[in-house]
């Protein structure tokens, strides 16, 4: 009997995607779960009419009412827009948690085979350096605001934990670059230490990136849900897909509190496209995460175990494994070839790995929903703050010595003081002794002498005289104390 019906978004999107979505469509109808599906553009083919955010008015509301998509890669054409559709399918319907699963699967011989390789990246998906706010603040120097929140990074860490628990995971490890940027990485840091104590039957911890992609080359086994920030989450998720597998076989969710987006990792692989030899593994097992997503885990248990019965059998294979273990490419599976495999397996069981169900059975929907953002103006209002001063960024061809000279001259009367010229983060006035390749961009930090808050008019007043004589000023940012907390670092060498 066919279940009820549910209403699903489906992109085809670009290059192999209408491939790949082809064969998770038959394996889902063959496994008895019957979706009105909406068809929508977004990616290459919209870019192309003008649209310049390559997601249609159109396929934004379909999303609006079925909540949930189906998308295949979405190519981001040079010449065209300028933004990733994907990344901007992601934003708009804030999906917060990128969750990619890298399990070890019967058949796919990789270096890590019998360690038993299953762990869940969850990551940032909307903030950090993908809020892609960028600039050329001079000809030769460009920028890019890393914008961490501690709400951004509570939902995503809150959703970790809860993943865990839903599937009977044990450890949760925090993965940021803390120790460098304290005050977006090391945010996240503390927001995960702050949650990690909600959830007492969890181990948790914390590792510097770096030593998480280390310890992912070394020892992937050890870890169960790493959860971490937007672009360390790019990475290190690829390199997990590269553990048991390659792109092939790599499969994702993405989660807000209102829409659900599932796409394979991989892209749009051009050189493929139309030609039937794609693996078609990573999307019909994203539409395993989407029928969680529906509640229909019965079938999404059969599809699971269909595609590893296919996979353990070994005898439709796509070209990409094929590769992997030295075969002959011409006597592997076609893309269809391989679909059909799956759906002729449909209702049998695996003899080595079964469905990762952890205690999904009966949940509806996949996640409990998570406790809604509880900080209104009166938490606030509550902080106790003040603002010390500003670091003015200028262009200019003057020595940092020179500008130094200059602005201590400048603040010999008034409020505040000269704390130091920086170039590109290291202090270079007043001298550390060491000479410094500088660029065009120089940092001036202004303080009130007694550490006490500035006026706002004496703020602009040193804004202004600033300006003055230094016109190639680019930026300036306030510096502020929160709770008796510097909300600004220190520059190096300082
Ligand atoms: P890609 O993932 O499309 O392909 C890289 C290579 O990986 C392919 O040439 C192929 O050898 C292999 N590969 C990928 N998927 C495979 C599969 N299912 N089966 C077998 N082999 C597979 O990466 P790319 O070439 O860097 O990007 C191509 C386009 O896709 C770009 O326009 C990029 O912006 C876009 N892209 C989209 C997404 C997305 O939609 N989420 C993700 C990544 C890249």
Redesign the pocket.
């Known amino acids: 009997m066919p279940s009820a019906a549910h209403r699903v978004t489906v992109i085809p999107?670009?290059?192999?995607?209408p491939e790949?979505v082809r064969s998770a469509i038959r394996v889902i109808e063959a496994a008895g779960v019957f979706i009105d599906w909406e068809e929508a553009a977004a990616?290459?083919s919209v870019f192309e009419k003008g649209d310049t955010s390559g997601v249609p008015a159109e396929t934004r509301d379909s999303i609006e009412r079925t909540k949930v998509v189906l998308?295949?890669?979405?190519?981001?054409?040079v010449g065209f827009g300028e933004k990733?559709?994907?990344v901007t399918l992601r934003k708009l319907f804030e999906t917060y948690a990128n969750v990619r699963p890298a399990r070890e699967l019967p058949g796919v011989p990789t270096r890590y085979a019998g360690e038993g390789v299953n762990l869940v990246i969850v990551r940032e998906n909307v903030e950090d350096l993908y809020a892609g706010i960028e600039h050329m603040v001079t000809p030769d120097v460009g920028q890019c605001l890393k914008v961490i929140s501690r709400k951004g990074s509570e939902k995503v860490i809150r959703y970790a934990f809860e993943l865990a628990r839903r599937e009977g995971r044990t450890k949760v490890t925090a993965a940021t670059k803390a120790n460098i940027m304290k005050m977006t990485e090391g945010l996240f840091k503390k927001v995960f230490e702050e949650l990690a104590l909600e959830y007492p039957e969890i181990e948790s911890g914390h590792l510097i990136i770096d030593n998480v992609a280390h310890q992912l080359a070394k020892a992937p086994a050890q870890f169960d849900i790493i959860v971490t920030t937007n672009l360390n989450g790019d990475i290190i998720s690829d390199l997990a897909s590269g553990l048991v597998g390659?792109?092939?076989?790599a499969s994702?969710g993405n989660y807000g509190d209102t829409v659900a987006i599932f796409?394979?990792?991989?892209?749009?692989?051009?050189?493929?496209a139309g030609k039937d030899?794609?693996?078609?593994?990573?999307?019909i097992l994203s539409s395993v995460m989407m029928l969680r997503h529906l509640a229909e885990t019965g079938a999404a248990d059969r599809v699971e175990d269909a595609v590893l019965v296919t996979l353990e059998e070994g005898r439709a294979t796509?070209?990409?494994?094929v590769r992997q273990t030295g075969g002959d490419v011409d006597t592997a599976a076609s893309t269809t070839g391989f679909t059909d495999a799956v759906i002729a397996n449909l209702g049998r069981s695996p003899a080595t790995l079964g469905a990762q169900r952890g205690d999904l059975a009966n949940q509806a929907p996949a996640m409990a929903p998570l406790p809604a953002w509880s900080y209104g103006p009166e938490h606030y209002a509550a902080i106790a703050r003040r603002t010390i001063g500003l670091d003015i960024f200028i262009e200019t061809d003057s020595d940092a010595g020179q500008l130094g000279v200059e602005f201590e001259n400048l603040t010999a009367a008034g409020p505040f003081e000269l704390r130091f010229v920086e170039s590109r983060g290291t202090k270079v006035y007043p001298s550390v002794g060491l000479s410094s390749d500088g660029v065009r961009l120089l940092r001036a930090r202004f303080v009130t002498r007694d550490g006490g808050p500035a006026a706002e008019t004496d703020l602009l007043a040193l804004q202004g005289r600033v300006a003055e004589r230094q016109p190639g000023w680019t930026h300036v940012e306030k510096l502020h104390v929160f709770d008796g907390a510097d909300g600004f670092t220190k520059a190096q060498g300082e």
Do not use: C, M, R
Not at 13 to 17: A, M, N, T
């Open positions: 999107g670009d290059g192999v995607g790949v990616g290459a998308k295949g890669p979405l190519e981001t054409p990733s559709a994907n390659g792109l092939g076989f994702s796409e394979a990792v991989h892209g749009s692989a051009p050189k493929y030899v794609i693996n078609p593994t990573a999307l796509t070209q990409d494994l």
